[in-house]
């Protein structure tokens, strides 16, 4: 099962290093890579796809766990992806190199009493096959303020998926754009101090 995870993987990371758009027929997640007609620093570092991602979260865990949160950061000289799952009585966490999906290192544990029987489930689940392409949402983010993005963070707000994307400004101040995941409308943006 991990070979058959790492070889679609590759075959994803390697579908996507000459993508300058990602296409958002099927519904599901795109390309990563995507943001580099936005973002060229960033988009040579992340090359793998968000589906990919996706699909060797559930390779890795089985198809009964939802998405709660995925952060996208700079760490040293290279992109990580940070990803958290859950299902209904465990969480699942797994970081991953953005240039090449490898996993740096995954854990897991049960859900506290509170927590368990489907409850954080309930509410932190995102359901993944409605995520646009985060190309798509860093396109939006750098129209409302024109710039780079440098970090991204996924989670559930008020029961919708929200995309944070800190942008430094072509003056080379922060801001954080909040972007709606499935629809990529700009729902605010702030200055990040």
């Known amino acids: 099962m991990r070979l058959?995870?790492?070889a679609v993987l590759s075959l994803?990371?390697?579908?996507?290093?000459?993508?300058q758009s990602a296409?958002?027929?099927?519904?599901?997640a795109s390309s990563v890579s995507s943001a580099s007609s936005v973002s060229a620093t960033p988009s040579r570092e992340v090359k793998v796809s968000l589906s990919a991602v996706v699909e060797l979260m559930h390779d890795r865990w089985g198809d009964d766990v939802d998405l709660t949160?995925?952060?996208?950061?700079?760490?040293?000289?290279?992109?990580?992806y940070?990803?958290?799952?859950v299902n209904d009585d465990t969480e699942y966490q797994m970081v991953l190199n953005g240039r090449t999906g490898k996993v740096v290192r995954h854990s897991e544990q049960p859900l506290d009493a509170d927590e368990a029987g489907g409850a954080e489930r309930r509410e932190k689940g995102i359901a993944t096959d409605k995520l646009r392409a985060l190309g798509h949402v860093t396109a939006a983010a750098t129209k409302a303020v024109p710039g780079t993005a440098t970090e991204w963070s996924l989670e559930k707000d008020d029961?919708?998926?929200v995309w944070s994307v800190k942008v430094r400004s072509k003056q080379g101040t922060m801001h954080e754009v909040d972007v709606q995941a499935d629809n990529v409308a700009v729902l605010s943006s702030e200055d990040d101090d």
């Open 69 to 80: 949160s995925i952060e996208i950061e700079p760490v040293g000289s290279r992109y990580q």
């Open 159 to 161: 029961g919708v998926p």
């Open 4 to 6: 058959a995870a790492l």
């Open 23 to 28: 296409s958002h027929h099927d519904g599901s």
């Open 82 to 85: 940070e990803v958290e799952a």
């Open 12 to 19: 994803l990371v390697l579908a996507g290093c000459g993508q």
